[in-house]
Structure formats: C-alpha cells, structure tokens
C-alpha cells in the first residue's frame, strides 16, 4: 500500500475486463494445479506404490534396486523428452520469471504444458526438484493465453501472468495469502495496492477450485505447540545469519549449474547419469528422494538424529543442483524449504546440548522460513507459506521473524541475488541488477 493513497492503477489498468481475465486465471490455476497433483501421484502410485500416507516411508520399503531403477527409467524417459520438446518448440517462451521481468508476459501454452508434464513425471520417480514449477508455470501460461484473446495491454498480460504463476503455487500447497504474497513480493516486487490485490485475487480463487481434487488442510500435518524460550530466542539471533550464508551458497551453488548445465545431445543422456546417481545415494538416504516435502515434514515433527539432519543438509542442494545440472526443469521452494527445515533442525539440536529449551521442531519450522525467505529474498512471504504451510509456528513467530529477517539481510548484503534471479540467463540491461546475473538459459 502507498501512502498517503493512491487511487490510480500505476501501469496497468485494472479494468473490468482485466478482472474478469484474472478470476478465469484463477479458475485455469487451480484446475492446472489439480491436473499436475493428479500425473505426480498416479506416477508415485506407479513407482513406488505410494497410496497414503509419506512418500518417503513408501520409497523406504522398495529395494534399493527398485529405487535406482526407478530413477534410471525416469532420466531415460525424461531426457529424450525435454530434448525433443525444446527442439520442436525452440525459441517459444517457458520461463515464467524472465516473460515477467525482462518480457511482455508471454509464454507459449503448449511448450509449458509439456514441460510440466515432463517434471512431474521424473519428480514422481524420485527426481530432487520441486513440484511447484509445473502449476506456476501453467497458471502463468493460461493468464498469457487468456489476456491474448482478451488483447490486455502487455502491462496487463504481464500482471496477470505472474497473478497466474502465484495462483498456481498457493493452489497445490493450499497457501492463498502465501501465494498472494509470493506473487507481489518475488513476480511483480511491488506490495502496493494495485499488485497486492490482484494477487489476492486471484490465489484465493486458484485455491478454491483446487479444492476439487487437493485437500483444504494444511500441507504438513500433526505439528505440535511450541512456545517461546529465552534458548529459543538466542538461538534465532545467532542462526539467521548462518542461514543467510547458507543461502548465498545455495544460490550460488544453482547459478552455477544452471549456467552450465548440459546442452545439445548431451542432454539426452546427462538426466539418465545425475538420476542415477542420485538413486544410488539415496540407497542410503531415502530422504532424498522426491521434492523433500517428507524430509521437511520429519524435520517439523522433532524426527532425526544432529548427524543425519546435517547429512540431508549437506546433500539436498547438492542432488536437486545435479538434477538441474543435468537439464532437467522444476522447481525450488521445496528442496530449498527442506534443506532449511532439516539445517535449522540439526542446529537447534546441537544447541539444545549446551541451552536447553530450543526444540527440534521449532527450529526447524524458523531454519525453513529463514532459509526461503533469505534464497528468495522475500521475507514476508516466507512467514506466510511457513505458517500456511503447517498451521503453526505461531507461537514462535517472533524468533522466527528474527532469523528470518537477519538471514535475509545477510544474503541481500553479500550478493543480492535470489534463487530465482540466480537461473536467469545473463541480462546486463535488467533494471536493479547491474548486469552481474548469473544464470542459464531458460528452463524449458
């Protein structure tokens, strides 16, 4: 909100037309991100037979040769597929961050919805990236398509694509003022009027209609009071700066890859070698396997040994970056959250020994918020989705925003990039970035 008020729409017009455009993307999200949940789990039914209950525990009672084999067939599967794909739909837009940043909000409809249905499939076989690629990516594609037929001025199309690609995520995570605020905080950086209330919208309505087929409760389940403590407290002030470096180096670690990941024909064969890979590591760490939600949920509920939620992570950006190295496209909420979930977890263990009053699972749920909102560089959205996300954390909210808050700062001051500005191509001529972007070429 600008003040004193503001009454005018900035560069987009709010028109009659605009807002009937945003609920049809909403609507479009919504049964988009329905559509994605649907091949994620029929593939994780097939794979592994998950039914109920935690993927995790599902993939835990395979064979280890059934889990490798499983990410074997998905890198043999999924590589020739992106390959193909990019080929025959080359120089069509797919990314949805750079059609809203350095674009007029275009995206190509049919290059997007295969590139979803490619990711979801390889994730329901044990790929390490996230599950909320496809729907943001298919919300912002059906709000470019829609404002198309509409003729929306570019300003328009373009706050409505990544209207879209918020309502997508709030959609399959049940996370509506999460997902609102993802929007205007990371797609559009504005909190004004005019961006925050479309934003609403439009994740309100893409929540709604994923009640068709997903769940209106919370994503993370059975997660107990935790109640502030003087260890507590302390812990967050001496953690969020951690995290904060933490996330520098994860950024990095996918600015990197993304920049150099495989192309031409060796990315035929290169998702076959990194899923391979990552099915043999997950012989011994299960945990690994899928976007990390089970990992992050575990974390959440006190569960693990300090070495073992140290080993998750150290070693999930270290997979979900070998994954991306390879070509393949998904996305990062969810390794990125689980990696600060499992870190914050591990820590406040360690620190329990030498203050007791810092529990396990509260600090897991403050690493989490801490570390996304850092990686994002968006620290009121990762409040949101936390406490969306478990329906808890409230009691704690305080060190929470502690950690988060000075886990942010920590990352804006040393590089100022965010996961996502981290796998944009080079773009010396993106406003606010000085031209020092790292990145790759667009996800297909």
Same mark, same amino acid.
Request: one cysteine or more; a neutral charge.
């Given at each position: 909100?600008?003040?004193?008020?503001?009454?005018?729409?900035?560069?987009?017009?709010?028109?009659?037309?605009?807002?009937?455009?945003?609920?049809?993307?909403?609507?479009?999200?919504?049964?988009?991100?329905?559509?994605?949940?649907?091949?994620?789990?029929?593939?994780?039914?097939?794979?592994?037979?998950?039914?109920?209950?935690?993927?995790?525990?599902?993939?835990?009672?395979?064979?280890?040769?059934?889990?490798?084999?499983?990410?074997?067939?998905?890198?043999?599967?999924?590589?020739?597929?992106?390959?193909?794909?990019?080929?025959?739909?080359?120089?069509?837009?797919?990314?949805?961050?750079?059609?809203?940043?350095?674009?007029?909000?275009?995206?190509?409809?049919?290059?997007?919805?295969?590139?979803?249905?490619?990711?979801?499939?390889?994730?329901?076989?044990?790929?390490?990236?996230?599950?909320?690629?496809?729907?943001?990516?298919?919300?912002?594609?059906?709000?470019?398509?829609?404002?198309?037929?509409?003729?929306?001025?570019?300003?328009?199309?373009?706050?409505?694509?990544?209207?879209?690609?918020?309502?997508?995520?709030?959609?399959?995570?049940?996370?509506?003022?999460?997902?609102?605020?993802?929007? #205007?905080?990371?797609?559009? @950086?504005?909190? !004004? &009027?005019?961006?925050? +209330?479309? *934003? %609403?919208?439009?994740? /309100?309505?893409?929540?709604?209609?994923?009640?068709?087929?997903?769940?209106?409760?919370?994503?993370?389940?059975?997660?107990?009071?935790?109640?502030?403590?003087?260890?507590?407290?302390?812990?967050?002030?001496?953690?969020?700066?951690?995290?904060?470096?933490?996330?520098?180096?994860?950024?990095?670690?996918?600015?990197?890859?993304?920049?150099?990941?495989?192309?031409?024909?060796?990315?035929?064969?290169?998702?076959?070698?990194?899923?391979?890979?990552?099915?043999?590591?997950?012989?011994?760490?299960?945990?690994?396997?899928?976007?990390?939600?089970?990992?992050?949920?575990? #974390?959440?509920?006190?569960? @693990?040994?300090? !070495? &073992?939620?140290?080993? +998750?992570? *150290? %070693?999930?950006?270290? /997979?979900?970056?070998?994954?991306?190295?390879?070509?393949?496209?998904?996305?990062?909420?969810?390794?990125?959250?689980?990696?600060?979930?499992?870190?914050?977890?591990?820590?406040?263990?360690?620190?329990?020994?030498?203050?007791?009053?810092?529990?396990?699972?509260?600090?897991?749920?403050?690493?989490?918020?801490?570390?996304?909102?850092?990686?994002?560089?968006?620290?009121?959205?990762?409040?949101?989705?936390?406490?969306?996300?478990?329906?808890?954390?409230?009691?704690?909210?305080?060190?929470?925003?502690?950690?988060?808050?000075?886990?942010?700062?920590?990352?804006?001051?040393?590089?100022?990039?965010?996961?996502?500005?981290?796998?944009?191509?080079?773009?010396?001529? %993106?406003?606010?970035?000085?031209?020092?972007?790292?990145?790759?070429?667009?996800?297909?």
């Amino acid at each position: 909100m600008e003040q004193p008020n503001v009454t005018g729409d900035i560069h987009a017009p709010l028109t009659l037309r605009f807002w009937v455009i945003l609920v049809l993307t909403g609507i479009a999200a919504g049964l988009f991100g329905d559509l994605m949940m649907v091949v994620l789990f029929t593939t994780e039914h097939v794979a592994f037979g998950f039914h109920s209950g935690s993927f995790q525990a599902a993939v835990t009672r395979d064979s280890p040769a059934r889990r490798v084999i499983s990410l074997a067939v998905a890198g043999a599967m999924g590589g020739p597929a992106w390959f193909l794909l990019r080929r025959f739909t080359k120089g069509e837009p797919a990314e949805i961050d750079e059609a809203v940043w350095n674009d007029e909000g275009r995206l190509s409809f049919r290059r997007c919805l295969g590139t979803s249905v490619i990711s979801e499939l390889v994730i329901g076989m044990g790929a390490s990236i996230g599950r909320e690629a496809a729907p943001k990516l298919l919300g912002g594609a059906a709000g470019s398509w829609l404002s198309d037929r509409a003729k929306l001025t570019p300003a328009q199309r373009t706050l409505i694509v990544a209207c879209g690609g918020g309502a997508g995520l709030a959609a399959v995570y049940n996370v509506p003022l999460g997902g609102a605020l993802f929007t #205007a905080e990371i797609m559009i @950086g504005s909190l !004004a &009027l005019p961006a925050v +209330l479309p *934003a %609403l919208v439009s994740a /309100v309505i893409a929540t709604l209609t994923a009640w068709i087929y997903l769940p209106d409760h919370a994503t993370y389940l059975n997660i107990g009071a935790h109640h502030d403590t003087a260890s507590l407290i302390a812990w967050a002030v001496l953690v969020g700066p951690l995290l904060g470096v933490g996330s520098v180096v994860y950024i990095r670690l996918i600015a990197w890859v993304s920049h150099h990941r495989a192309r031409g024909r060796l990315a035929l064969i290169a998702p076959l070698i990194a899923f391979t890979t990552l099915g043999v590591i997950g012989i011994a760490y299960p945990q690994l396997f899928g976007n990390g939600k089970d990992m992050a949920h575990a #974390a959440f509920l006190g569960g @693990g040994t300090i !070495a &073992l939620l140290l080993a +998750l992570a *150290a %070693l999930k950006p270290i /997979v979900t970056s070998l994954c991306l190295s390879s070509g393949a496209s998904g996305g990062l909420f969810t390794p990125v959250m689980s990696t600060g979930a499992v870190l914050g977890a591990g820590l406040g263990l360690a620190w329990s020994h030498l203050w007791p009053g810092a529990s396990g699972s509260a600090c897991a749920l403050i690493g989490a918020a801490a570390m996304i909102g850092a990686a994002m560089q968006a620290p009121l959205a990762a409040l949101a989705l936390v406490l969306e996300l478990t329906h808890s954390g409230f009691s704690v909210v305080v060190p929470m925003v502690i950690a988060t808050a000075s886990a942010t700062i920590v990352t804006r001051y040393i590089d100022g990039y965010s996961i996502y500005t981290g796998r944009l191509p080079e773009a010396p001529d %993106l406003p606010g970035h000085g031209g020092r972007l790292l990145g790759s070429e667009p996800a297909a």
